[in-house]
Nanobody, 121 residues
Framework: QVQLVETGGGLVQPGGSLRLSCQASGRISSINTMGWYRQAPGMQRELVATQTNGGTTNYAGSVRGRFAISRDNARNTVYLQMNSLKTEDTAVYYC???????????????WGQGTQVTVSS
């Protein structure tokens, strides 16, 4: 099992910045991708950004150029630096880790508890 603990959410004005952190514990060696998703009220959960163990990143078009994902493998931590925040970025942000569970490459998604990000003046 993999456990994920997020920190760093809060209230920020439009145009401001926040950094989210997520520390993983447990079966760290099984993880091949970590990332962030978000869910706004009444909306489906959507991908924000992911990064593989090899460093390949993937961003939602709505955040590309404003958000940056990074990983500190020594600390088993993934970060999301969010700049130029907009009101439409308001959501609960969830840390995600994809773990390989068998030799065939089947995977399981693990989720953090979520952290609220509110962008408002």
């Amino acid at each position: 099992q993999v456990q994920l603990v997020e920190t760093g959410g809060g209230l920020v004005q439009p145009g401001g910045s926040l950094r989210l952190s997520c520390q993983a514990s447990g079966r760290i060696s099984s993880i091949n991708t970590m990332g962030w998703y978000r869910q706004a009220p009444g909306m489906q959960r959507e991908l924000v950004a992911t990064q593989t163990n090899g460093g390949t990143t993937n961003y939602a078009g709505s955040v590309r150029g404003r958000f940056a994902i990074s990983r500190d493998n020594a600390r088993n931590t993934v970060y999301l630096q969010m700049n130029s925040l907009k009101t439409e970025d308001t959501a609960v942000y969830y840390c995600n880790a994809v773990a390989v569970v068998n030799i065939e490459g089947a995977t399981v998604h693990h989720w953090g508890q979520g952290t609220q990000v509110t962008v408002s003046s």
